[in-house]
């Protein structure tokens, strides 16, 4: 059986999802898109062999489409989330869950009323060699008790419409993310810090960079650097303290080159090529599921929540520059 894809959105992630489903992905076939961009919708539907959709739910309850695959801007989400569920149809969407933690409430409550999952969310980094690497070495016990983890979130660049707002809510939720797969544990405090100085680079609306201080259940504080217009490429670092040991992501380079200028190593430019395998092992996974018949697994909507439950917590920080508990319910059993 080929699963019929329904694709929402076709920004930059959602072109790039439709290329891996193109050229990469196995058992699964994009039959429909779906933009508020009548035009690029045309396009893109005449380029992939698919049909063209400007409505979302009109899209979702299409006999043409198995399962919906959601790459459309966070607001949009919850809406289109619900109406996969209501036509009982499996659903992959792209980080935020919602934009706020509220929004994401709602969500869970129609997966507990179903009595099972039904979205996988794409929080890559879990599907990334390095992190599963990180992780495993974690989990052995290797580095005894872990202590700090410093973290760093670097792009070259952002676009004018990147709010200061976004360093929290769509920058910092990956690392907010991975360290809770990392530890097994969930964050319990946020404070956002303001350096003084900031990048010329920014815009005069953003304060870049940011550091972000976290503290987990244990006791275990995460730094997280913030910096979105570092100008020299997309660098993601992750470092863990341990009692008896560190380790860290390797440097993960496509190449490395020698010659008269010296040794040089290729940095990666974007999210897409950096996390390259990952995009595609997530993607792979959740189409996997569907075929086994099994419920969704991976990163799931309760992920989705509790990270927006921290980053509403860095948002009111990012205000006062004070630390902000996180209060975190009881998670569902459906989660467990």
Not at 40 to 61: C, G, P, Q, V
Request: one cysteine or more.
């Amino acid at each position: 059986m080929t699963v019929k894809i329904g694709l929402i959105g076709l920004g930059m992630i959602g072109r790039d999802h439709l290329k891996r489903f193109n050229d990469i992905i196995t058992g699964a076939k994009v039959t429909a898109v779906c933009d508020i961009n009548h035009a690029a919708a045309d396009a893109i539907a005449s380029e992939y062999n698919a049909t063209a959709f400007y409505d979302a739910e009109a899209m979702i309850n299409s006999d043409q489409v198995d399962a919906v695959f959601i790459c459309s801007i966070g607001p949009a989400h919850k809406a289109q989330i619900l109406a996969a569920f209501n036509a009982g149809k499996p659903v992959f969407c792209e980080k935020p869950l919602t934009p706020t933690a509220d929004e994401s409430r709602e969500i869970i409550d129609a997966e507990v009323k179903a009595g099972k999952r039904l979205l996988q969310l794409g929080f890559m980094r879990r599907f990334d060699p390095g992190y599963q690497a990180l992780k495993q070495v974690i989990d052995s016990g290797e580095l005894g008790d872990i202590m700090l983890i410093h973290c760093a979130h670097r792009n070259p660049s952002v676009p004018e419409s990147y709010t200061l707002e976004m360093a929290i809510n769509d920058s910092a939720t990956h690392e907010i993310d991975i360290v809770r797969y990392l530890l097994n544990e969930n964050i319990i405090s946020v404070r956002v810090d303001k350096p003084r100085k900031k990048t010329r680079r920014a815009l005069p609306h953003l304060q870049d960079p940011l550091i972000v201080i976290f503290e987990t259940e244990s006791g275990v504080r995460v730094d997280d650097e913030l910096f979105v217009n570092c100008h020299y490429g997309y660098d993601i670092r992750c470092e863990v303290i341990g009692e008896n040991a560190i380790a860290a992501l390797n440097e993960q380079q496509l190449i490395a080159t020698r010659s008269l200028k010296g040794h040089a190593q290729h940095i990666a430019q974007s999210c897409m090529e950096r996390f390259t395998t990952a995009y595609d092992r997530e993607v792979q996974h959740f189409i996997d599921n569907i075929h086994s018949g099994k419920e969704m697994s991976g990163p799931s909507s309760w992920d989705g929540y509790v990270v927006a439950l921290v980053c509403d917590a860095g948002l009111a920080s990012l205000k006062d520059g004070e630390k902000h508990d996180v209060l975190i319910p009881q998670r569902p059993a459906v989660y467990r």
